[in-house]
């Protein structure tokens, strides 16, 4: 038989990679002494931190309260909350010295073994019984960066997809019975709110329902539940898809899945009911007509309503941006060289004409008067002598080569902004602005007052 | 003999105590399952994000880079830094299962134990050593905010003074040995204008030298490096002492004293020279007349200069707030009810006379129009459509109780500002506002852009 040629097909460039990107970007480095936790280097840090700030910033809108709770607990907490014996392979366990007698005058059994923590609820739950709660009180609503663990296998360990040590906007609701659809649906509308705004596409929701055998609770509290979920759902006027029977034994959840650059899913958000951890934290609100408020219902009946008594909180767990890192690695992949501007760890660069003193200290005025265009990030901050930053994040090159060659050093690590001086400037106290990092939907900001205080007199973006 | 009757002497206030009053003002709370780990509650959460974002804005000024650094890092690390061998019975080990064989499909040795981090220095050396240097790039300057565990003994612990787990404001410089003098004026400038706006009095410092036996590096070395410490300590015009022979086995140090509500000393801040690490982290940079360069020196031989060669960075541990935890009790104890407005937890309440959905909405509206006055927390965030805040806390009193009990109970808060609105100021699109929260001292900050905006056509502060 005769062969057929091979045709030659045009490699295709291989697809984005975080972890090729984000070190090649100096965004964050690995080591061999921590394996799965990332170290964020400088820039990296910078976009890790304006991503957790807007979440603050919106938390005020839907009244969360951030809190900082404990990285290790004993192991009787996991005990009472169940992970210790569900959770338990995933988990880091915690020693002193003491408990294995190293350490002398150390009290016997003061060092029972703690549990490094892989997810903030249990702490969440801590707090909501460290005081009496009315039903006036709720929902009362929760949010935590703190660092968690999970004791990955190395042969899963991926970036910043997958690691040992990762964050999340972790956020839990107690509310009433009767909160829940209205809490599903503002929970909803931030995951949207927020998506919008880091711009990386369309999502998808999936429902997962009542398991058929092993799950608590009674069945008329899972339609209830599941009822809410689904209007919320369909309020949200986006599709959504059923997965029969995927709830976990405790409760159903909504999750929102992002497609990645190459259009593989990622889980990121989600929203989950919980009926069982209130429970085992003994968690309580005081109302009147307890039953019917347990049943999520009201009552005009006054003698019902003339007696108060304990009921037990719903409580939701809640995530926007999932792990951030795992939100980062979906936007170095997608962004890589062409971050949204109040993203970009490389927003301004001011390159100088040569290195006199004179151009230097103009150069870092230059800075200081950026910079300051807008000097309140601490609100009512009074100390207006002090040297403060508005976040905008301005580099200097300040070193002796050629104008041509730090232009295109900018150029290529992506600056939004280029501002050039030279000892003309000086003269006439002005720069020279190159905005061609910024594209054209980004001209707006370019607009914005912060730019215009120190862009009075120049030219405007093309 | 005569028994003297004893005289009756008034009874002091007991002094202020953080731990009862943080507990009172519901600022943080603790858990038996946590012993030596604060829980923050939203307002003491508050104090502690304004207190390192102050530190995070004066960064950029002081030319620091924040980095994000793992929490566990293996045994081997802690054994090349030496912690292993001198610090462990303060350190918490940690393990997962599979090191115990508990989990399946692990490899042998994957999970070799961890040491759970009680100081950044080591992962900063990996972050320096990630990378080649020249000494142009020189210093560099690491802060990090990780949060931080040390295994204190029961007894030690005393609420935010001795925790098992705190945080720093923890910065590392890496530097030339030139430069030396010059980081460490730098370092105590920035000690002294944060603790001018932390309003805490007066402090010590505190020079530490040369042990008399044990000790590593040159005798010459030692001897530059206190000169250096010398020279910048004279020139801050304030007292110090000296602890002669009081330095760590592997460089001199400079502390900062600060006293307490009682007189009672407490060492905060802290600027250490460090030898050691950066030889058993093999750090290095290229520069030219290595030899000199090794000894802080610098030469105009052109032949010197013509040969480049590895030198290794000195390393200055530095830390302004110190523990921020501590530093949180230290304030609780000073301000208690008269936290500087910037800080207070509590800045402005609305208080509506009475709880009308008409009068509810409008004082949501209150609320944002006072948190949108400076909406540009995120530098140059486009999304102006989008509910931002100023970082101003603002909070809603509309339970349907008296307006005299509601604002007595703000009073009683401390509040700021106490707005009350009534269904009058619907209709004049208004605000009566009381200031009566605000000392002399803070009327300044009314005066601040932010509330004049929403203060125009109001009386002004008494
Ligand atoms: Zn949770
Ligand atoms: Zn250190």
Redesign the interface.
């Known amino acids: 038989a005769k062969k057929s040629t091979p045709t030659l097909k045009p490699l295709e460039p291989p697809p984005a990679d975080h972890r090729i990107i984000g070190v090649q970007r ?1 965004l964050f ?1 690995t ?4 394996p799965g ?6 820039n ?3 976009i ?3 991503l957790t ?2 979440l603050r ?2 938390y ?2 839907y009244g969360f ?10 192991k ?2 996991w005990e009472k909350s169940g992970h210790w014996e569900n959770y ?2 995933d ?8 408990a294995e007698g ?2 002398e ?3 016997v059994g ?2 029972e073994e ?1 549990g ?1 923590k892989p997810m903030n609820c249990p ?1 969440h739950c ?2 909501f019984a ?2 009496k709660r009315s039903y ?1 009180d709720l929902p009362i609503r ?1 949010a935590d960066f ?2 968690l ?1 999970r ?1 990955e ?3 899963a360990l991926s970036g910043l997809t997958r690691g040992r ?1 990762f964050h999340q906007d972790d956020g839990h609701i107690f509310c009433r019975p009767s909160q829940i659809r209205d809490e599903i649906s503002k929970s909803l509308d931030f995951v949207r ?1 927020a998506y919008g ?1 880091l711009g990386l596409g369309s999502y998808r929701l999936a429902l997962s329902t009542r398991p058929a055998d092993h799950f608590i609770g009674t069945i008329a509290e899972w339609d209830n539940a599941e009822a809410a979920l689904r209007e919320s759902l369909n309020s949200t006027q986006l599709p959504w898809t059923l997965n029969e029977g995927d709830g976990a034994f405790y409760g159903p959840k909504i999750d929102i899945i992002l497609k990645d650059s190459d259009g593989k899913e990622h889980q990121t958000a989600t929203i989950q009911l919980d009926f069982q951890l209130p429970k085992r934290f003994e968690l309580e609100y005081q109302a009147p007509a307890p039953e019917l408020e347990q049943r999520g219902m009201t009552t005009n009946d006054s003698e019902l309503l003339a007696v108060e008594g304990s009921v037990t909180p719903v409580m939701i767990h809640r995530a926007v941006l999932g792990s951030v890192e795992r939100m980062m690695a979906l936007m170095i992949e997608r962004y890589d060289t062409s971050w ?3 993203l970009n760890p490389n ?1 301004v660069v001011i390159v100088t004409l040569n290195d006199t003193p004179e151009l230097v200290e103009y150069a870092l005025k230059v800075k200081k008067t950026i ?1 300051s265009a ?1 000097n ?8 207006s002598n ?7 994040s301005v580099a200097i090159d300040n ?1 002796p080569e050629p104008l041509k060659k730090k232009i295109a050093d900018a150029k290529s690590k992506k600056f939004g902004i280029i501002v050039v001086v030279g000892n003309k400037n000086i003269d006439q106290q002005n720069i020279n602005v190159d905005f061609a990092g910024l594209s054209k939907s ?1 001209y ?2 370019a607009n ?4 215009q205080t120190w862009l009075e007199g120049q030219s405007k973006p093309k």
């Open positions: 100096e480095t080591s061999k002494y921590s936790s990332a170290i964020f280097l400088p990296g840090t910078k890790f931190n304006r700030n807007f910033s919106q005020e809108h309260q951030e809190v900082i709770s404990p990285t290790i607990y004993k009787s907490l338990a392979e988990m880091y366990s915690v020693s002193g010295h003491g190293k350490k005058d150390r009290q003061e060092d703690y490094l702490g801590l707090i460290s005081k006036r929760y703190s660092p663990h004791n296998l190395t042969g040590r709110q705004v949204p501007f109040w927003q910079q807008d309140r990030t601490t609100a009512g901050f009074p100390y002090l040297p403060q930053v508005n976040g905008l070193n980004q707006d900001v914005h007052p912060i730019l």
